[in-house]
């Protein structure tokens, strides 16, 4: 059981590992695709300093032509003009190409005119006009030619076999041309020699051919480890290359390769290649759109510009599913972005709702607020009138208390008074004694009492009172410190006794009369009548007892 355990654990160790090497791999490729793309990108941002050296050496050739009259001379430089737009632009070329067979033919050259329509039939191939190239090689006598250009015939006809199964690809024509192609590689190989450079380059071509791509990618390697050759040539090499990798299904290897192909293609100014739209390929299988998108885009362009049919239709193949795809994310973005503008809709919703509740609610807070002061400022002065009654308060019932006493006092003397004379029969004297009783005197005392009292806690009463006058109208009293019979009366309001009835029964008035006094004292002053009794009530006592 044990030893189960430490197997079936060893077992899920070299698991996790094997998982891990290849999640590590699978990261490290992407990476390096991406270097390559990245690599790619620079150079594509330099196209138009290549083509602009491009056009400055057809021009250069172009005055060169123009400064000759000599049909050999003038053969020559449509020849390297050929040779510029070659993989630049067909229509140039096949121009270049047809002058060069004009001036063969008025020169009766047999070999130039051989040469002129080879270079005219290879660039109708690469242009995709393969009819039109199989005729051009049709023309040409090959009984007649020499070794060098029967090899170049041969050359171009497995170009031609190549590209013409490699744009069908259907049976049973497509094996018919890979046959053809590798049947003129092999009458290649019987004249030159399996070791020569030529050789090599066609039996890469029968590999390629018979779909055999370890040995066609060991060849090609093998071909430029062992041969000098331009930098035209290594770029129609890695892209051969990269190509075989693709086919076999090594995506790393073949995106390296193809995109130094595509470099040198940048650096070359060559517009008829495939490189691009094979990377787009392996871009848009990756699921990276946007460089799928360029480098088909970038391929299109150069296909259009070199007018090459056959490249047109391989990039419009890809280009609409490309741009499908691309429309989809865009798409897709758009709907993220919709969805992320709608939940940024709504949190700016919720967020002015919570400002709206929060600025309400601090409205309703700066208004309990406001509410709590207009409150405080009540009690404050609801405090001060309570401690301003209190005083009052305290004031008459001491008052009241000693003129209670002195009352009873009074009543008390008059009492005994009456029983000793009532007990000696004293009836007259008791009598006179009634007689001489004075209640009016004793009314004004009380009067003046309530005066000096009233005049005590209210100190500043006739100056707020005469305030409510205008000058002439101000009452002016005897004396500072007895109230008339009018002031009595507010004096008494001020107290809080407002009733009428109360008033006249202290004063010992009528109601009446009361009522009279009020009226015409409130139509003397400049105060309107309803408010005349609240400014009275707003006269205050003395103010170090109240605050």
């Known amino acids: ?39 790619l990108d620079q150079q594509i941002l330099n196209i138009e300093k290549f083509e602009n050296q491009k056009q400055q050496k057809i021009q250069e050739l172009k005055a060169e032509l123009t400064s000759t009259q000599k ?33 063969a033919e008025e020169l009766y050259d047999q070999s130039k005119l051989a040469d002129s329509h080879l270079m005219v039939a290879y660039s109708c191939i690469s242009a995709g006009l393969f009819l039109e190239a199989k005729d051009l090689l049709q023309s040409i006598d090959s009984v007649s030619l020499d070794t060098e250009r029967k090899v170049a015939l041969f050359s171009t006809y497995s170009k031609l076999y190549l590209d013409m199964a490699l744009a069908i690809q259907h049976n ?30 066609q039996q890469i071509n029968i590999y390629r051919c018979q779909e055999d791509y370890v040995k066609a990618i060991e060849a090609t390697e093998h071909f430029l480890s062992t041969v000098k050759v331009d930098d035209r040539s290594r770029t129609l090499c890695y892209g051969g290359i990269g190509t075989f990798y693709l086919l076999s299904g090594d995506t790393l290897r073949a ?12 650096r070359n100014v060559t517009k008829e290649s495939s490189a691009l739209s094979d990377l787009a390929t392996i871009a848009f299988r990756r699921g990276d759109i946007d460089h799928a998108y360029l480098y088909i885009k970038q391929g299109m362009n150069d296909a259009y510009f070199f007018n090459a049919r056959h490249r047109k239709v391989e990039a419009s193949d890809i280009l609409p599913i490309i741009e499908a795809s691309r429309f989809e994310i865009m798409q897709q973005q758009q709907s993220k972005l919709f969805i992320a503008l709608l939940f940024v809709t709504f949190l700016s919703l919720c967020v002015l709702t919570a400002m709206y509740f929060i600025l309400k609610q601090m409205k309703q807070l700066k208004k309990a607020r406001r509410l709590i002061q207009k409150q405080n400022v009540d009690l404050k002065e609801v405090n001060k009138r309570l401690k301003d009654g209190n005083r009052i308060k305290d004031e008459y019932i001491g008052y009241f208390f000693s003129l209670n006493s002195a009352f009873m006092d009074e009543f008390d003397s008059f009492r005994r008074l009456v029983t000793r004379k009532l007990a000696g029969k004293q009836y007259n004297e008791l009598l006179q004694i009634v007689k ?19 005049l005590k806690l209210f100190p500043d009463f006739m100056e707020h009172f005469n305030a409510l006058f205008p000058e002439q109208e101000q009452i002016v009293l005897p004396s500072p410190v007895t109230l008339n019979t009018e002031l009595r009366i507010f004096a008494l309001i001020r107290l809080g ?14 109601v009446n009369t009361i009522n009279t006094y009020k009226s015409k004292v409130k139509n ?19 103010k170090s007892d109240i605050e």
């Open 524 to 542: 003397r002053s400049i105060i309107p009548n309803n408010l005349f009794e609240q400014k009275i009530m707003e006269i205050e006592s003395v």
């Open 497 to 510: 006794v407002t009733d009428s009835d109360h008033i006249a029964k202290f004063l010992n008035y009528s």
């Open 1 to 39: 059981m044990l030893i189960m355990n430490n197997s079936y654990r060893r077992y899920e160790v070299l698991l996790l590992f094997i998982l891990v090497f290849n999640s590590t791999i699978f990261a490290g490729k992407v990476d390096s695709i991406n270097c390559y793309f990245q690599k």
């Open 255 to 266: 995106t390296s390769y193809l995109t130094e192909a595509a470099i040198g293609d940048i």
């Open 436 to 454: 001489q009783d004075d209640s009016q005197k004793n009314r004004e005392n009380k009067f003046v009492s309530f005066d000096s009292i009233f």
């Open 71 to 103: 049909p050999d001379k003038q053969y020559d430089i449509y020849c390297s003009l050929f040779n510029e737009y070659q993989a630049y632009n067909y229509d140039s070329a096949f121009v270049c190409g047809s002058k060069m067979i004009q001036i």
């Open 172 to 201: 049973p024509y497509k094996n018919y041309y890979l046959k053809q192609s590798i049947r003129y590689s092999n009458l290649i190989i019987d004249i030159k020699g399996k070791e020569n450079p030529l050789s090599k380059l």
